[in-house]
Antibody, heavy 119, light 107 residues
Framework: QVQLQESGPGLVKPSETLSLTCTVSSVSITSYYWNWIRQPPGKGLEWIGHIHYSGGTNYNPSLKSRVTISVDSSKKQFSLKLTSVTAADTAMYYC?????????????WGQGTLLTVSS | DIQMTQSPSSLSASLGDRVTITCRASQNIGSYLNWYQHKPGKAPNLLIYAASSLQSGVPSRFSGSGSGTDFTLTISGLQPEDFATYYCQQSYSTLLTFGGGTKVEIK
């Protein structure tokens, strides 16, 4: 069974860079698309972007100028960096793998990590 | 962006009830519609993909229908473990978008 686990600092100051890592277990990362999704408190889900194991990326245009997703196959990890964070970036952040290699159906998810932006 | 609108945003139902949740897309998305179940503190779970295909391991009381812009998730015979929030998501566009969610609560 594919397992994903998010990790991060929990608290980031405004204007700083958010860095999160997703560690993948029980399967090779050299296949499929690897996604980041977030959910602000009391709101719905927002897709942030994804990376193909080969390195190709797609980002949500609303975040594109601030987002970088990268992959480290040797560590079976992929990462999210979001620059110039504000309180609006406070959210539960989830990583997920796609279902069929299309990058568009999210089959395996982590349980999420809460990221708070506050001084 | 393709906007996804779910209704209702919440509902109260009893064990054994038949529950229907609606999702509407802002443009024609064919059958590129997926449904997820999300419980607090848990990872979201894919229930239905391609509008009506049941994901492996998901109970048959869950079903999906629709195409174009209007879609439905039906739970036939609500069970205690089904109380959760349900989200639709379009996979027509590279920019994935979700509905606002429907919280199913115990009456």
């Amino acid at each position: 069974q594919v397992q994903l686990q998010e990790s991060g600092p929990g608290l980031v100051k405004p204007s700083e860079t958010l860095s999160l890592t997703c560690t993948v277990s029980s399967v090779s990362i050299t296949s499929y698309y690897w996604n980041w999704i977030r959910q602000p408190p009391g709101k719905g889900l927002e897709w942030i972007g994804h990376i193909h194991y080969s390195g190709g990326t797609n980002y949500n245009p609303s975040l594109k100028s601030r987002v970088t997703i990268s992959v480290d196959s040797s560590k079976k990890q992929f990462s999210l960096k979001l620059t110039s964070v504000t309180a609006a970036d406070t959210a539960m952040y989830y990583c997920a793998r796609d279902f069929d290699g299309s990058g568009r159906i999210l089959n395996f998810w982590g349980q999420g990590t809460l990221l708070t932006v506050s001084s | 962006d393709i906007q996804m609108t779910q209704s209702p945003s919440s509902l109260s139902a009893s064990l054994g009830d038949r529950v229907t949740i609606t999702c509407r897309a802002s443009q024609n998305i064919g059958s590129y519609l997926n449904w997820y179940q999300h419980k607090p503190g848990k990872a979201p779970n894919l229930l239905i993909y391609a509008a009506s295909s049941l994901q492996s391991g998901v109970p048959s009381r869950f079903s999906g229908s629709g195409s174009g812009t209007d879609f439905t998730l039906t739970i036939s015979g609500l069970q205690p473990e089904d109380f959760a929030t349900y989200y639709c998501q379009q996979s027509y566009s590279t920019l994935l978008t979700f509905g606002g969610g429907t919280k199913v609560e115990i009456k």
